[in-house]
C-alpha cells in the first residue's frame, strides 16, 4: 500500500526557509489520481493544512500562508517538497505529507517535528 | 469560510458504551465530510468520508451520519483502542480552514 514519510532538519532558525521532503512508495507522485498535500499541528493543538500540488504542477494555499509557500514535485523520485519561507516561532508544529483524493487526506505521513528557535 | 464546530471538546466514555460525537458546518456542505482518529504520538487515519462511507479496514463500530450542516460520529461500543482525539474535515468548499478543532474522547 501507499505510504509516506516526511524528512529535513527537525530544527530551523527565525526568519530561514523551512524545507521538508515527502518521499512516496507504494504509488507515484505522478498519478493524474491524486493531490499532494501538507498539513501541520503545533504541539496540543489542530490540523492546519498548508497546501497542495498536483502532476499538473497546479498548486494552491492556505491564504493564511501563500505569501510564505512553495509546493512541488520531484517526479523521478518520487518527492513533493515543502518550502515555508520567513519562519518565526509560530511555525513550530508537527509537519505531515498526505496524498489527497477528492479532499480527502489518506494515507498520510507519520509525521515530522520542525523547531523553529535560534 | 466555512468554519467547522465540533461538539463536546472532551468526552467522557466508559469502555463498551457507545459514543457520539457531532460536528456543526457554518454553511451546507452536503455530504463532503470526513472523519479523522487521531491517537498520541501518531498521524491522523481516515475514518469515515462522503459523511457515512467507513475507510478501508475501518471496523463497523464506526458510522457516520448526516448531510448539509450537522454530522454525527458513532463508535458503538468503545474499545480500549479508540480513546483518541476525534477531527471532521469539510471538503465541500476550498480553500480551507478544513478541520475542527478536535474532540478528545477518554476513558471514563
Known amino acids: 500500500q501507499v505510504q509516506l514519510q516526511e524528512s529535513g532538519p527537525g530544527l530551523v532558525k527565525p526568519s530561514q526557509t523551512l524545507s521538508l521532503t515527502c518521499t512516496v512508495s507504494?504509488?507515484?507522485?505522478?498519478?493524474?489520481?491524486?493531490?499532494w498535500s501538507w498539513i501541520r499541528q503545533p504541539a496540543g493543538k489542530g490540523l492546519e493544512w498548508i497546501g497542495r500540488?498536483?502532476?499538473?504542477?497546479?498548486?494552491n494555499y492556505n491564504p493564511s500562508l501563500k505569501s510564505r509557500v512553495t509546493i512541488s514535485l520531484d517526479t523521478p523520485k518520487n518527492q513533493f517538497s515543502l518550502k515555508l519561507s520567513s519562519v518565526t516561532a509560530a511555525d513550530t508544529a508537527v509537519y505531515y505529507c498526505?496524498?489527497?483524493?477528492?479532499?480527502?487526506?489518506?494515507?498520510w505521513g507519520q509525521g515530522a517535528l520542525v523547531t523553529v528557535s535560534s | 469560510e466555512i468554519v467547522m464546530t465540533q461538539s463536546p471538546a472532551t468526552l467522557s466514555v466508559s469502555p463498551g458504551e457507545r459514543a457520539t460525537l457531532s460536528c456543526r458546518a457554518s454553511?451546507?456542505?452536503?455530504?463532503?465530510l470526513a472523519w479523522y482518529q487521531q491517537k498520541p504520538g501518531q498521524a491522523p487515519r481516515l475514518l469515515i468520508y462522503?459523511?457515512?462511507t467507513r475507510a478501508t479496514g475501518i471496523p463497523a463500530r464506526f458510522s457516520g451520519s448526516g448531510s448539509g450542516t450537522e454530522f454525527t460520529l458513532t463508535i458503538s461500543s468503545l474499545q480500549s483502542e479508540d480513546f483518541a482525539v476525534y477531527y471532521c474535515?469539510?471538503?465541500?468548499?476550498?480553500?480551507?480552514?478544513?478541520f475542527g478543532q478536535g474532540t478528545k474522547v477518554e476513558i471514563k
Open positions: 498526505a496524498r489527497m483524493l477528492v479532499g480527502v487526506f489518506d494515507p
Open positions: 507504494g504509488g507515484s507522485v505522478s498519478s493524474d489520481s491524486y493531490f
Open positions: 500540488v498536483y502532476i499538473s504542477g497546479s498548486t
Open positions: 454553511q451546507s456542505i452536503n455530504i463532503n
Open positions: 462522503s459523511a457515512s
Open positions: 474535515q469539510q471538503y465541500d468548499n476550498w480553500p480551507p480552514k478544513v
